[in-house]
C-alpha cells in the first residue's frame, strides 16, 4: 500500500468488495468457494463482500452453472442491466447511436439521417436518437450511465470545444460536450470520430490482441488514431492524427476521395475507359474491380499515396499493425496487394496492413468501449448511494 495511506475499515472493504466483483465478471458463472479461491480473499469476507453487491444490484445469483455437476452451490453473475452506455457517431450525413450494457452487449441501434449538416440539427437528432433507442432496447433510461460522441474534429480537453470542423456548420469552436449535456441531461465526453475508430479496433475489430497501432482513415478527409503500448495518444492539444496537415500544402500525394476524382480527370484520355466525368470514386474503384485501365491507373496512384502516408508514421512510432478505414480506405481488395509491397520495400520493419472489420460501425463501437470502461467504474462508485 502506498506509503501515507492508511487501510481504513472503509478502504479494504471498498477494495475487496471491488475484486469480488471484477472476479464476478472474468468467471461468471461463479461459486462462493471459487471467488475465493480466485481472488485470495477468505470465504467470510467474500460473504460480506456478496451481500454489498447483492444489494447494490451489481451482481445476482443465477442459475446458469459451469460445466459439471453444481453439487448444491450458489452461483453469481454481474448484472448486465445495471447501467447502460449510448455511444453516438456524428457525421455530415447521419448521426449513428447505439446502447450497450455492462456486458457489452449492444440492446439497441439505429442511424438518423440529417436533414442538414448543422450542429443545431445534430442536437436534436441526438435528443430523438436517445428516446428512440431505449424504447426500442427495453431499458429504463434512467439506466444511461455516460454519453459518449464521435464528432469530425479536433476536441480540447480542457474545455470540451471543437476545432478543426469541416463538414458540419456550426461545430467549429463549439462547447458541445456541454451543450450536450444540458440537452441529455447526462455526462457526455465527446472524442475525436477517428480515435474513437481505433479504440473500437482494438476492442473488437482486427487490432485486439496488439498494442501498438495505427488506424488511417481514408475518406472525405484524412485521419488517424494512434495506440502506442495499449493506450491512445491524442497529443498536447488533442489533434493528434490531423493527417490533412501533413503535407504542408502539397496535394500531389493526397489520397483523399476529392483527389482520387481529380486523378482520374487528369488521367482521362491516357487510358480506355468506361468511365465518365465527374469521376465518382465508388465508381472508379467499381471500374477497377472490372478491369478498366484508367481506373487500375488510379487505384494504383492511391495505393502509392496511402503508402506514403502510412511510411513516416511506421518509422516513427514502428507500429506493428496499420488498419484501413474510411469510404476509400475500406477498398482493401484493391488497395492492400499494392500497399504491402511497397512498405516492405522502403521500410526494415513494415506493418502489417489490414482493412477495418467494423465497417461504418467503426466509430460507434469505439464510443461503446470507452463508455463501457467508464460505467463499469461508475456503477461500482455509486453503489453505497444507490444501495
Given at each position: 500500500?502506498?506509503?501515507?495511506?492508511?487501510?481504513?475499515?472503509?478502504?479494504?472493504?471498498?477494495?475487496?468488495?471491488?475484486?469480488?466483483?471484477?472476479?464476478?465478471?472474468?468467471?461468471?458463472?461463479?461459486?462462493?468457494?471459487?471467488?475465493?479461491?480466485?481472488?485470495?480473499?477468505?470465504?467470510?469476507t467474500?460473504?460480506?463482500?456478496?451481500?454489498?453487491?447483492?444489494?447494490?444490484?451489481?451482481?445476482?445469483?443465477?442459475?446458469?452453472?459451469?460445466?459439471?455437476?453444481?453439487?448444491?452451490?450458489?452461483?453469481?453473475?454481474?448484472?448486465?442491466?445495471?447501467?447502460?452506455?449510448?455511444?453516438?457517431?456524428?457525421?455530415?450525413?447521419?448521426?449513428?447511436g447505439?446502447?450497450?450494457?455492462?456486458?457489452?452487449?449492444?440492446?439497441?441501434?439505429?442511424?438518423?439521417?440529417?436533414?442538414?449538416?448543422e450542429?443545431?440539427?445534430?442536437?436534436?437528432?441526438?435528443?430523438?436518437?436517445?428516446?428512440?433507442?431505449?424504447?426500442?432496447?427495453?431499458?429504463?433510461?434512467?439506466?444511461?450511465?455516460?454519453?459518449?460522441?464521435?464528432?469530425?474534429?479536433?476536441?480540447?480537453?480542457?474545455?470540451?470545444i471543437?476545432?478543426?470542423?469541416?463538414?458540419?456548420?456550426?461545430?467549429?469552436?463549439?462547447?458541445?460536450?456541454?451543450?450536450?449535456?444540458?440537452t441529455?441531461?447526462?455526462?457526455?465526453?465527446?472524442?475525436?470520430?477517428?480515435?474513437?475508430?481505433?479504440?473500437?479496433?482494438?476492442?473488437?475489430?482486427?487490432?485486439?490482441?496488439?498494442?501498438?497501432?495505427?488506424?488511417?482513415?481514408?475518406?472525405?478527409?484524412?485521419?488517424?488514431?494512434?495506440?502506442?503500448?495499449?493506450?491512445?495518444?491524442?497529443?498536447?492539444?488533442?489533434?493528434?492524427?490531423?493527417l490533412?496537415?501533413?503535407?504542408?500544402?502539397?496535394?500531389?500525394?493526397?489520397?483523399?476521395a476529392?483527389?482520387?476524382?481529380?486523378?482520374?480527370?487528369?488521367?482521362?484520355?491516357?487510358?480506355?475507359?468506361?468511365?465518365?466525368?465527374?469521376?465518382?470514386?465508388?465508381?472508379?474503384?467499381?471500374?477497377?474491380?472490372?478491369?478498366?485501365?484508367?481506373?487500375?491507373?488510379?487505384?494504383?496512384?492511391?495505393?502509392?499515396?496511402?503508402a506514403?502516408?502510412i511510411?513516416?508514421?511506421?518509422?516513427?512510432?514502428?507500429?506493428?499493425?496499420?488498419?484501413?478505414?474510411?469510404?476509400?480506405?475500406?477498398?482493401?481488395?484493391?488497395?492492400?496487394?499494392?500497399?504491402?509491397?511497397?512498405?516492405?520495400?522502403?521500410?526494415?520493419?513494415?506493418?502489417?496492413?489490414?482493412?477495418?472489420?467494423?465497417?461504418?460501425?467503426?466509430?460507434?463501437?469505439?464510443?461503446?468501449?470507452?463508455?463501457?470502461?467508464?460505467?463499469?467504474?461508475?456503477?461500482?462508485?455509486?453503489?453505497?448511494?444507490?444501495?
Amino acid at each position: 500500500m502506498p506509503s501515507g495511506r492508511r487501510a481504513t475499515p472503509t478502504l479494504l472493504r471498498d477494495l475487496n468488495e471491488r475484486t469480488v466483483l471484477d472476479t464476478i465478471r472474468s468467471g461468471a458463472p461463479i461459486s462462493r468457494a471459487e471467488i475465493a479461491r480466485r481472488s485470495g480473499i477468505s470465504k467470510p469476507t467474500v460473504s460480506l463482500a456478496l451481500q454489498s453487491l447483492l444489494q447494490a444490484d451489481l451482481v445476482r445469483e443465477t442459475a446458469e452453472r459451469p460445466d459439471g455437476p453444481g453439487y448444491g452451490a450458489v452461483y453469481f453473475e454481474p448484472v448486465a442491466e445495471a447501467a447502460v452506455v449510448l455511444g453516438l457517431d456524428l457525421g455530415a450525413r447521419f448521426v449513428r447511436g447505439a446502447l450497450c450494457d455492462l456486458a457489452g452487449e449492444v440492446r439497441a441501434r439505429q442511424d438518423v439521417e440529417l436533414q442538414a449538416a448543422e450542429a443545431a440539427e445534430a442536437v436534436e437528432a441526438i435528443e430523438r436518437l436517445r428516446s428512440s433507442l431505449t424504447e426500442a432496447s427495453g431499458l429504463d433510461p434512467d439506466r444511461i450511465d455516460t454519453v459518449v460522441v464521435g464528432v469530425p474534429g479536433v476536441v480540447e480537453r480542457r474545455t470540451g470545444i471543437v476545432r478543426v470542423v469541416e463538414n458540419v456548420a456550426g461545430l467549429e469552436g463549439r462547447a458541445f460536450e456541454s451543450e450536450l449535456e444540458s440537452t441529455l441531461d447526462l455526462p457526455v465526453r465527446l472524442e475525436n470520430d477517428i480515435n474513437l475508430a481505433a479504440l473500437g479496433e482494438q476492442w473488437q475489430g482486427v487490432a485486439r490482441g496488439v498494442s501498438n497501432f495505427f488506424f488511417l482513415s481514408v475518406g472525405t478527409g484524412l485521419g488517424g488514431g494512434l495506440v502506442v503500448d495499449g493506450e491512445l495518444r491524442r497529443g498536447s492539444k488533442g489533434a493528434a492524427g490531423e493527417l490533412d496537415f501533413i503535407r504542408a500544402g502539397d496535394d500531389s500525394t493526397n489520397p483523399d476521395a476529392a483527389a482520387v476524382s481529380a486523378y482520374a480527370a487528369q488521367l482521362a484520355g491516357r487510358y480506355p475507359t468506361r468511365l465518365v466525368a465527374p469521376y465518382d470514386v465508388r465508381a472508379v474503384f467499381a471500374a477497377a474491380r472490372a478491369g478498366d485501365e484508367l481506373a487500375a491507373a488510379v487505384v494504383a496512384e492511391e495505393a502509392r499515396r496511402i503508402a506514403l502516408h502510412i511510411a513516416p508514421i511506421a518509422a516513427v512510432a514502428d507500429v506493428e499493425l496499420v488498419v484501413l478505414g474510411g469510404g476509400v480506405g475500406s477498398n482493401g481488395d484493391l488497395l492492400l496487394e499494392a500497399i504491402r509491397p511497397l512498405l516492405a520495400g522502403w521500410l526494415p520493419y513494415p506493418p502489417r496492413v489490414e482493412v477495418s472489420s467494423l465497417g461504418d460501425g467503426v466509430v460507434l463501437t469505439g464510443a461503446l468501449a470507452v463508455g463501457l470502461r467508464a460505467a463499469l467504474d461508475s456503477v461500482f462508485a455509486r453503489r453505497r448511494v444507490t444501495a
